[in-house]
Nanobody
Framework: QVQLVESGGGLVQPGGSLRLSCAASTSIFSTNDAGWYRQAPGKQRELVAVLWNIGGANYAEAVKGRFTISGDNTKNTMYLQMNSLKPEDTAVYYC????????????????WGQGTQVTVSS
């Protein structure tokens, strides 16, 4: 069973930066598409960024130009660099592995981390 462990969340002021990490217990990121989701209080979970195994990435409109997703297969780790953070970025962030493109939509994968809280507030 794959284990995903997120870290790097915390409290940051608006305009600040954080880098989230997602460490996998296996080399799942080298063979699977993966991404980051977030869920704010009272809202549905939403896809933030996707890292395609064949290369390339996609981002939600709300984070384009501010967030960057990347991976290091030698460390079995995926990252989310978040810059110019806004209060509306406040959420629990989850990494997800094994997601896939189906009928033009991105479907969640089977493997989830426990989440890391990001709070953007002055």
């Amino acid at each position: 069973q794959v284990q995903l462990v997120e870290s790097g969340g915390g409290l940051v002021q608006p305009g600040g930066s954080l880098r989230l990490s997602c460490a996998a217990s296996t080399s799942i990121f080298s063979t699977n598409d993966a991404g980051w989701y977030r869920q704010a209080p009272g809202k549905q979970r939403e896809l933030v960024a996707v890292l395609w195994n064949i290369g390339g990435a996609n981002y939600a409109e709300a984070v384009k130009g501010r967030f960057t997703i990347s991976g290091d297969n030698t460390k079995n780790t995926m990252y989310l660099q978040m810059n110019s953070l806004k209060p509306e970025d406040t959420a629990v962030y989850y990494c997800n592995a094994g997601l896939r493109l189906s009928s033009g939509s991105i479907r969640e994968g089977a493997h989830w981390g426990q989440g890391t809280q990001v709070t953007v507030s002055s």
